[in-house]
């Protein structure tokens, strides 16, 4: 299991930008592959992106491909999330995870992203 701890969110005016970052403890983090997942108002969690231990890339949601990019530091144990071109659909909350998502996984508080002017 990792242990993650998000951080980095806000509020953020249409067509600007924030780097997201994600702290997980736990010894099997450089092997996982890594998520991130938002949960908007009223919605249920959905994938955004996820990277492999390798560092390739995949983007479930086509709306943000092009837009945010999701990169990984395993000598920090951190994953990030670069978000540019925001708009106020991007307004959740996001956490980070393994990838995929499992029954017995351990989720942090998130962080909020408020997309507004």
């Known amino acids: 299991q990792v242990q993650p701890v998000e951080s980095g969110g806000g509020l953020v005016q249409p067509g600007g930008s924030l780097r997201l970052s994600c702290a997980a403890s736990?010894?099997?983090?450089?092997?996982?592959?890594m998520a991130w997942y938002r949960q908007a108002p009223g919605k249920q969690r959905v994938l955004v992106a996820w990277?492999?231990?390798?560092?390739?890339?995949?983007y479930a949601d086509t709306a943000v491909k092009g837009r945010f990019t999701i990169s990984r530091d395993n000598a920090k144990n951190t994953v990030y999330l670069q978000m540019s071109s925001l708009r106020p659909e991007d307004t959740a909350v996001y956490y980070c995870?393994?990838?995929?998502?499992?029954?017995?996984?351990?989720w942090g508080q998130g962080t909020q992203v408020t997309v507004s002017s």
């Open positions: 736990g010894s099997i983090f450089s092997i996982s592959d």
């Open positions: 995870n393994r990838f995929p998502e499992t029954s017995t996984a351990i």
């Open positions: 990277i492999n231990s390798s560092g390739n890339l995949y």
